[in-house]
């Protein structure tokens, strides 16, 4: 029987949204194994959009579920609208949106606070004891919400990790447990069901972050 597998989206574009090599890899790979797929989205504001070009913010306002339905091809729904007894797992892709819209990681580091939504949703799951899947960044989702928990964001002694070693070092703040991955593999938390993989938190070519998530997508689904 296919598993039926939701991914949380935060936008589209690394930069202020989800990242769409990140969330293409994810949304290939569960094809690949017969998944059937609903994707969400928060109907929130995003916290700022950035010009992609320029790499600066600029006046705008957007949407992230608005934002998301491009990277869905229009088949998206409102977070609110997820029921955890219709799915068998969750994940999420990475950019800084999971840091930005999700949670606001990226400007207050582990003092951050969880959207109420998203923390409803991973509660929910992990209540169930249904996996939960997370790359790049957004693997600092599990550690504000589940104290203790194990996750990876890459390998704090190697240089193609630039940002690891201070994002293990928050990680390991919160009372969790960062262990060092490099970008083809992925670390599962058996206790909690968390699943995590790198993915551009490596300067990696994208054929080793395609693969690397990869592997965190089949972990997610043995353990579905």
Known sequence: MAKRVAVVLAGCGVFDGSEIHEASAILVHLSRHQATVKIFAPNIDQMHVVDHLKGSPTEEKRNVLVESARLARGDIQ??????????????????????????????????????????????????????????????????????GCEVTVGHDKDPRYPDVPDTAEAISKLGCKHICKHVNEAHVDEKNKIVSTCAFMCKAPLHEIFDGIGVMVQDVLKLA
């Open 78 to 147: 409102d977070l609110s609208e997820l029921n955890v007894k219709e799915l068998d797992a969750i994940i999420f892709p990475g950019g800084f949106g999971a840091a930005k819209n999700l949670c606001s990681w990226a400007v207050q580091g582990k003092d951050c606070s969880v959207n109420e939504q998203i923390t409803a949703v991973l509660q929910a799951f992990h209540a169930d004891k249904k996996p939960i899947g997370l790359c790049c960044i957004s693997p600092v989702l599990a550690a504000k919400v589940f104290p």
